[in-house]
């Protein structure tokens, strides 16, 4: 099983942008899902996440900005991020809790770049 992120890329402070993880390989199910996010000399922390209900929870920073989606017939988790800020500048990682050979992996993704700058 993998987990492939895209979307990152250059944004002025202000713009948005919408992060995509696709997961693909042998999946029976996949249970919560999460982005994750690692700015420079930082720790990497959970940015937002998403229950197989719908249930969702954010950061304090990215509450109001970002939203999480997931697309379970695509296998694919998403990230909208509004009213982007330098600091939300980072390496952004999908993680999943996934279902595979009747064995629960939790899995990352490789990381997208997100810069925030002018």
């Known amino acids: 099983v993998q987990l492939q992120a895209f979307g990152g890329g250059l944004v002025q402070p202000g713009g948005f942008l919408t992060l995509s993880c696709l997961l693909s390989?042998?999946?029976?199910?996949?249970?919560?899902m999460s982005w994750y996010r690692q700015a420079p000399g930082k720790q990497r922390e959970q940015v937002a996440v998403?229950?197989?209900?719908?249930?969702?929870n954010y950061a304090e920073s990215a509450k109001g900005r970002f939203t999480i989606s997931r697309d379970d017939a695509m296998n694919t988790v998403y990230l909208q991020m509004n009213s982007l800020e330098p600091d939300d500048t980072a390496v952004y990682y999908c993680n999943a809790d996934v279902l595979s050979d009747y064995k629960w992996y939790n899995l990352w993704g490789q990381g997208t770049l997100v810069t925030v700058s002018s």
């Open positions: 998403i229950t197989t209900g719908g249930i969702t």
């Open positions: 390989g042998d999946i029976s199910n996949i249970n919560v």
